[in-house]
């Protein structure tokens, strides 16, 4: 049984032109779907933490700090997992030895101050709230 089709089932001329030039491989429409996920995922989670920064100055309480720690860390886990930028930066002392400094690094320095600041008898809003952006803004140089 042969069949033939008459011409007005054709496929028109600028979908089939649109077709012929789409030389992007399925690799390239993966790899912009994933990059652009990530992207959103991340800025997600960065919004989190601001808010949950926020929290942690108005309440000042201990299990606010354990849940951003929670959340800076699974930031943090999720940008080395898929390679992002860790800038080194390179530091020269008073005697000449260069001291090599991650982000990493500083961002759980911050932690660890922020922490004394809340467990401490004086507990100054402005110093964690200042903390908190500090760590922010790390985090932004490392997605950035």
């Known amino acids: 049984m ?9 496929l028109p ?6 077709t012929k030039g789409a030389s992007r491989s399925f690799e390239e429409h993966l790899l912009q779907f994933s990059e652009s996920y990530l992207k959103e995922k991340l800025d997600g989670q960065l919004a989190a933490i601001l808010e949950q920064g926020r929290r942690i100055t108005k309440s000042m309480s201990l299990s606010d700090l354990k849940k951003y720690r929670n959340m800076v ?7 080395i997992s898929q390679g992002l930028n860790c800038r080194q930066e390179r530091l020269s ?6 001291k090599v400094l991650t982000i990493i690094k500083t961002v759980d320095q911050k932690l660890i101050e922020l922490a004394e600041a ?5 507990k100054d809003p402005i110093k964690i709230l200042a903390l908190t952006d500090e760590i922010r803004g790390l985090l932004l140089d490392l997605y950035a």
């Not at 699974?74 to 940008?79: A, E, I, R």
């Not at 002392?93 to 260069?98: A, E, K, W």
């Open 2 to 10: 042969k069949v033939s089709l008459s011409p007005e089932f054709a």
């Open 13 to 18: 001329r600028d979908v089939l032109s649109a």
């Open 73 to 79: 860390a699974d930031f943090l886990k999720l940008c």
């Open 93 to 98: 002392t008073r005697l000449g030895r260069s």
């Open 118 to 122: 809340l467990l401490s008898e004086n």
